[in-house]
């Protein structure tokens, strides 16, 4: 629920203000029935240095109170990012997540059953349905986060995987409607790189350096592949996959506006009117309106999007963040134990590698930091990503890894 709260459905809620206090309500009741079993998480140290740059920033922000307020709402969805980490195991977090998504999509077709004008793609656009976000684009980021939580961690019961293949049904569904290309190639990656993990963890212990290497071929292959089969693939889409609909031209500017503010940024939340945190009329907006003839919320790329605000230690963190979970994430998968908990270990591994591998390619288009939605699963991935599944399942698994461990070792 907090996901879906988070996703920001302004065709149900009038506003994110609304959401946001439900979420919050959501994660506090939670927390309340699973008290007994609650652990402190550490708190990553990638998102503490990327809140604290937001906080500072006020020190030489253009508008300093709206720096220091648009800090403190970030600040309160990170809380809530860390708090779902501490009640819930990864494999909770990967079924909820999937859950939220689902539950989206079945909003969306509730909404259009009711002929709810801001479901609907407007007239000669792509796509078949805009979604409880009244944005066909955010209904396809927000199914790729989720898409991506879902095939990372299969249930273990029959009942539950009936559950989660009816979700990852309704996921599918709802990014086919949405009709992004982004969504689609973000898809296919994930799929691929879900393969790739399974294939991982069937050969640990049992590959030779003949098969890394082949592996390796591979693996820079289909890099080369992608990049040489880029504007084929624009085509097949409908796409134009060169300015990847007119994105570069936007990201250009912002680069050439930001020159005089590159480093630090002109404070944090001071240039792009998003509409969970407006930003005043200001200089910087100006000039890139001005030069580009149209008028833009964000700058639709993560990094672009925190360039002007932050500068280039604000993208420096930005990109931290990410590596920060993908290698506590590639760090699990160099378990060894042969135990139920071996299974735990590479769900938590999965989760954060395909959980940071789907914000870092929707952040391709889209400023997944910035959006509340993307910002409380960075967090709450950082954190999942350093709580070990054992604290959340028992002392009686957490004995077993430690003796898996040492035959390990042994």
């Not at 990656?189 to 069937?202: C, K, Q």
Request: aromatic share 10%.
């Amino acid at each position: 629920m907090a996901f879906f709260f988070l996703s920001n459905p302004l065709a149900l809620q009038p506003n994110f203000g609304i959401s946001f206090e439900r979420a919050g309500l959501v994660i506090v009741a939670a927390m309340l029935i699973t008290r007994s079993s609650l652990r402190l998480p550490r708190v990553p140290w990638a998102i503490l240095l990327l809140l604290l740059t937001m906080a500072a920033s006020s020190l030489w922000s253009i508008s300093p109170s709206q720096s220091w307020g648009v800090f403190e709402f970030y600040l309160k969805i990170a809380v809530l990012g860390f708090a779902c980490a501490a009640c819930a195991p990864p494999r909770t977090i990967a079924f909820g997540m999937a859950a939220g998504g689902a539950i989206v999509v079945a909003a969306s077709i509730y909404a259009y059953v009711k002929d709810n004008p801001l479901v609907l793609v407007p007239p000669g656009a792509d796509g078949y349905l805009a979604g409880v976000g009244t944005n066909r684009n955010i209904l396809s980021y927000t199914l790729v986060l989720s898409f991506a939580a879902a095939i990372a961690a299969v249930p273990r019961q029959w009942w539950a995987r009936a559950v989660w293949a009816v979700m990852l049904a309704s996921i599918s569904v709802g990014l086919f409607l949405s009709q992004s290309g982004t969504g689609f190639v973000a898809t296919g990656i994930l799929l691929v790189g879900a393969g790739a993990l399974s294939a991982l963890r069937r050969w640990r212990g049992a590959v030779t350096r003949r098969g890394r290497r082949y592996v390796s071929l591979a693996a820079a292959l289909a890099v080369v592949a992608g990049v040489a089969g880029w504007p084929a693939l624009g085509a097949l889409l409908g796409r134009d996959s060169s300015t990847l609909s007119g994105r570069t031209d936007l990201w250009g500017t912002v680069w050439r506006a930001s020159a005089g503010d590159r480093w630090l940024g002109q404070g944090w939340g001071t240039v792009w009117p998003h509409p969970w945190a407006p930003a005043a009329p200001n200089h910087m907006l100006d000039v890139i309106y001005t030069e580009l003839g149209d008028l833009f919320a964000h700058g639709h790329n993560s990094l672009f999007d925190v360039l002007p605000e932050l500068g280039l230690l604000g993208v420096l963190l930005v990109v931290v963040a990410h590596l920060t979970v993908l290698y506590r994430g590639w760090s699990r998968t160099q378990t060894r134990a042969d135990s139920a908990a071996l299974d735990d270990h590479w769900a938590a591994a999965r989760l954060s590698i395909l959980g940071v591998l789907g914000l870092a390619l929707c952040g391709v288009t889209e400023p997944m930091v910035t959006i509340p939605l993307g910002w409380f699963v960075l967090s709450m991935l950082s954190v999942s990503d350093s709580v070990s599944p054992a604290r959340h399942n028992g002392s009686h698994v957490a004995g077993a890894q430690v003796t898996d461990d040492r035959a390990a070792t042994a």
